[in-house]
């Protein structure tokens, strides 16, 4: 077996002929942010952060990115209702915006953030490489 064979890439396959996203991360953990940092430059995304809600709001509202993932739990506000405020931003940009949480599992609290909220995914912690890059291709799918 050659080295090739095992130096197997690390992240599923994303569609390099689709223009890459944006993205926005959201966390107030540093070592969790830099793991997903680091996850979204393997994919050659350089993401954009933020560590609390009205920081990632100004961000949100000033680069417009195409997705942006935020915790569930942050210090200043929940990531629900950061969301319904990026929704709010105008009327005319729609991100892709998906919620991490390693709290609210329960499908009623999915159900609970996709209707209320406008949140589009989400993942349960510890997010998995395959879940970012799967989250990466739906928003590419949605752009083209």
Partial sequence: MSLAEIAVPRVAYLDVAAALPTVLIVEDERKLRWLLMDEFRSMGIEPLTATGGYEAIRVAGESRPDLILLDGLLPEMHGFEIARFIRRIDADYHPH????????????????????????????????????????????????
């Fill in 97 to 144: 915006i998906a919620i991490m949480t390693a709290i609210y599992k329960h499908t009623r609290y999915q159900n609970e953030a996709r209707l209320k909220y406008g949140i589009d995914d989400y993942l349960i912690k510890p997010v998995l490489p395959q879940s970012l890059a799967g989250l990466v291709r739906r928003v590419q799918a949605a752009a083209s």
